[in-house]
């Protein structure tokens, strides 16, 4: 049964730096694209940030674009998210994703999410 972990969550001052992290397990890694998405509350869940498989093209929402970066290591089946300069709009539940290169959408997997609280 595939599992995506996510893990590195917590609570941070605004200004502030987090690395989330999320193993992936009894999937194929290398072979999907990689992605981050969050859920605020009240809100509904929104694009972060997408590596794609084979050449790692990476993809970031505005709201994020030169503060967060994403990154994969295909020998550790894991995804990254380096968080800089947090602000307390990036409060949510953040989500790791998986997705074949052949799906027209994202849902083949999804993590439990990891909370992320920013104070100001």
């Known amino acids: 049964q595939v599992q995506l972990v996510e893990s590195g969550g917590g609570l941070v001052e605004a200004g502030g730096s987090l690395r989330l992290s999320c193993a992936a397990s009894?999937?194929?890694?290398?072979?999907?694209?990689m992605g981050w998405f969050r859920q605020a509350p009240g809100k509904e869940r929104e694009f972060v940030a997408a590596?794609?498989?084979?050449?790692?093209?990476?993809y970031y929402a505005d709201s994020v674009e030169g503060r967060f970066t994403i990154s994969r290591d295909d020998a550790k089946n894991m995804v990254y998210l380096q968080m800089h300069s947090l602000e307390p709009e990036d409060t949510a539940i953040y989500y790791c994703a998986a997705r074949s290169p052949t799906a027209t959408q994202w849902g083949d997997y999804w993590g439990q999410g990891t909370q992320v609280t920013v104070c100001s």
């Open positions: 009894e999937l194929t890694f290398s072979n999907y694209h």
């Open positions: 590596i794609t498989w084979v050449d790692d093209n990476t």
